[in-house]
């Protein structure tokens, strides 16, 4: 008999998906881009809020449809692209930067600012400790929803709440810098990008199979139901996104001058707390950075595990241990040197997720939906390549004429063509039912 999720069980649903996307990127990336935009700060977060919001809640959503995870937003690919693609977006998520990034962060915004000097030493025993954290809550598996969801969450949320509070009442700085770099020129497309680095529209991807077991366990079975309980989660967890974003965006643009030469977020974060709140204020940023990676780091090893489980002999625990133990040695590699090798690979990684996500919300009307999911995600691989390999410094001058080619957007004219041809292919003769009237399994 399929039961029904009552209203603080929804809640907490959303909370926990919220809480598994504001991680490392979600930090790091919004306060130097509220800076750099100044003036132009609302166009800034419209385009920052399509990726790093949109993009997640429209994955979300085509999950829902789908009934699952990446395996059912792959069913209409070849299986063996399907898998590849799947592994792509898991490995580049977990043990490849994702959710090592998400240990950086904490370490350095969080951790480190109580040392003169951080030794590598200090962030060795630190992985190594958070890590296993980590792996004890990922190995509760069937507690996900009541740990993160009904606790940590709602901790978090406080901890944020206050900093929003200081952000907005008493800014550092009521003086609006001008605009600067690509936020003068094209405000809108740079925020947009800048989305990118959240990873959040992959992390979507990885996290529907979370919020499906997470149901199920709630004894939530049928798809019509998973369905509309994932949709409500997906609009809680964009509209905490969002506020969050919005505190981010504001905190660096009135923290002009308190952080000259900046680098990344982290570097006006840590200042502006200790500007308000002196050497406690500390503590309040490491409960947020913490708390946030955290609950991330949790996800996407508890998401990578039983992806890997279902599609191979291997066992969830034994998967699962080996993931924390990659992911603590490759944050040790240090936090500038994994942004830099990661955002290429993002930019090339980004355009066949944006690809599964439309064809998924447009499945049922597709006439020949196969040949549609080949071609899209064929041309969306094939032009995120030339974008990704333009921001690794490749030189890909020869490509220039392509449109949107110095904004990497290469890929984004020739999807939208290959997605109209896909919805213009005509029907064939045979009495395969439409893809809408299939019942697809979860």
Not at 162 to 181: C, D, E, N, R
Not at 330 to 338: C, D, F, K
């Amino acid at each position: 008999m399929n039961k029904t999720l009552g209203p603080w069980n929804t809640i907490s649903l959303g909370l926990m998906v919220f809480a598994f996307f504001l991680g490392a990127g979600n930090l790091i990336f919004p306060p130097l881009a509220g800076l750099l935009a100044g003036e132009n700060l609302g166009l800034a977060i419209l385009g920052f809020l399509l990726t790093a919001v949109g993009l997640p809640l429209l994955a979300l959503l085509a999950i829902a449809k789908a009934g699952g995870g990446l395996t059912e937003l792959t069913r209409l690919l070849p299986k063996p692209v399907g898998r590849a693609i799947s592994l792509m977006i898991y490995f580049v998520l977990v043990p490849g930067f994702g959710i090592p990034r998400t240990c950086l962060v904490a370490y350095e915004l969080g951790f480190a600012p109580f040392f003169d000097e951080p030794s590598q030493l200090i962030l060795f025993v630190y992985s190594a400790f958070y890590f296993f954290a980590a792996l004890a809550l990922v190995l509760r598996r069937d507690g996900l929803l009541d740990s993160v969801g009904k606790v940590i969450t709602p901790v978090l949320i406080i901890c944020i709440g206050v900093l929003g509070y200081f952000v907005f009442v008493t800014p550092f700085s009521t003086q609006i810098p001008v605009a600067s770099g690509d936020y003068a020129i094209a405000p809108i497309t740079t925020g947009f990008l800048e989305g990118y680095n959240t990873m959040d529209a992959l992390a979507a991807l990885m996290f529907g199979v979370l919020m499906t077991d997470a149901l199920r366990e709630k004894g939530i079975n049928d798809k019509k139901s998973i369905m509309r309980y994932l949709s409500i989660a997906s609009v809680i967890a964009a509209l905490g996104l969002s506020l969050f974003y919005v505190v981010l965006f504001n905190l660096g643009v009135t923290a002009s001058g308190l952080a000259p030469g900046a680098q990344n977020g982290g570097e006006i974060i840590v200042p502006y707390v200790a500007h308000w709140f002196g050497t406690q204020g500390q503590f309040l940023l490491t409960a947020i950075v913490t708390l946030a990676c955290f609950t991330t780091a949790v996800g996407g090893i508890s998401a990578f595990s039983s992806y890997i489980e279902k599609n191979s002999r291997l066992a969830y625990k034994h998967v699962a241990i080996g993931a924390a133990l990659v992911c603590a040695i490759v944050a040790n590699v240090g936090l500038t040197q994994l942004l830099g090798f990661s955002i290429p690979i993002l930019v090339g990684v980004y355009p066949i997720a944006m690809a599964l996500i439309a064809l998924n919300l447009a499945s049922s009307y597709f006439k020949q939906p196969r040949q549609a999911f080949g071609l899209v995600v064929a041309v969306a691989t094939i032009f995120g390549v030339l974008d990704g390999a333009k921001t690794a410094g490749l030189d890909m001058s020869m490509f220039r004429v392509l449109p949107g080619f110095d904004l990497g957007l290469a890929w984004a004219l020739p999807t939208l063509i290959a997605f109209v041809i896909a919805l213009l292919m005509p029907a064939k003769q045979t009495n395969e039912a439409p893809i809408g009237e299939r019942v697809t399994e979860s």
